[in-house]
């Protein structure tokens, strides 16, 4: 600001020797004036309009501009000389509330690289949760039951039967190798069931209890399946592992799981913390009634 001040005045007086002696007090004191006024304001304008300052900016805007406005009343009634020295004065007993001030937040670079460093070892979780869907390109339905066989590739079958009450309901999923059969609950939402038999061919059925053991079929489909991921069948939650709704048992598994990238050591590790951290509820076992759906977060706990 000096170096401003000590520039203007110098042309301010070269100025006046090049102008008639009839009107250089007048003519150079309101050119100065005009000069400093329109020259100094940049310095304290960068500060208030600092984007990380808005109510800064707004209070400062607001208010009148006291260095412009007095050095010039002073200047009009002082010399020629005086308007450098006045303004000079007056911007160093500038009342401190009409100056916009800026905290400044250092963090030394050490302890920026520091930070930079864990996030690169320790990244932040990143959900990779899978969610069947039923994509409605493939439908079998029939008597009120509906069989969504859409991703087949991606392991898995929907069903549901959209009438409420009425007699037990079951799924039977006949794969290559092995028959499956769950219950199926009475609704319009859609209940999820793995291809856990790998590639070939498989037969999904809803059934309907007609009387003591006897079930009778509302709608069967076969479907040929080829996978895409031999894993592909445990990877979405299904309805004996429905991850979908278990906070607690997800949060376990990316704890466990933390720094690793292949997928047979997540499992390893999770195998080892079910086998040396739980106990089989031999009792239920031996008293758990048909139809009984494991809770995930219940169990973990």
Do not use: H
């Not at 061919?201 to 079930?215: D, E, F, I, M, P």
């Not at 086998?275 to 139809?291: H, I, L, W």
Request: glycine letters at 6%; a negative charge; hydrophobic letters at 30%.
């Amino acid at each position: 600001m000096k170096k401003i001040l000590s520039v203007l005045l110098l042309c301010c007086i070269l100025a006046g020797c090049q102008q008639p002696s009839s009107s250089s007090g007048t003519s150079s004191e309101s050119q100065s004036t005009a000069s400093i006024s329109s020259s100094r304001p940049p310095e304290t304008t960068a500060s208030a309009s600092s984007p990380t300052q808005p109510e800064t900016t707004a209070s400062t805007s607001s208010q009148p501009q006291p260095e412009t406005s007095s050095s010039t009343a002073s200047q009009q009634s002082e010399s020629s000389s005086a308007p450098v020295t006045e303004s000079s004065s007056e911007s160093s007993s500038q009342p401190e509330s009409s100056i916009p001030y800026i905290d400044p937040v250092e963090m030394p670079e050490a302890a920026l690289e520091e930070e930079m460093a864990s996030l690169e070892t320790n990244p932040p979780p990143v959900s990779t949760l899978l969610l069947p869907q039923a994509s409605g390109s493939k439908v079998k339905s029939d008597s009120g039951a509906e069989i969504d066989y859409s991703n087949t590739k991606d392991g898995y079958v929907m069903a549901r039967y959209s009438q409420t009450g009425g007699p037990r309901l079951k799924v039977q999923v006949i794969g290559p190798s092995t028959t499956y059969s769950y219950d199926l609950p009475a609704g319009s939402a859609w209940s999820t069931f793995p291809l856990s038999d790998g590639n070939g061919s498989y037969t999904v059925r809803v059934l309907q209890n007609a009387q003591g053991s006897k079930y009778a079929i509302l709608t069967s489909v076969g479907i040929s399946v080829a996978l895409e991921d031999e894993f592909a069948p445990f990877l979405r939650p299904n309805q004996y592992v429905n991850y979908s709704v278990a906070p607690n048992t997800v949060a376990k598994a990316a704890e466990l799981t933390a720094g690793l990238t292949d997928p047979l050591e997540m499992v390893q590790v999770v195998y080892n913390y079910v086998v040396s951290g739980m106990t089989y509820d031999t009792y239920k076992a031996q008293t758990v009634q048909s139809g009984y759906l494991p809770v995930l977060d219940t169990v973990l706990a």
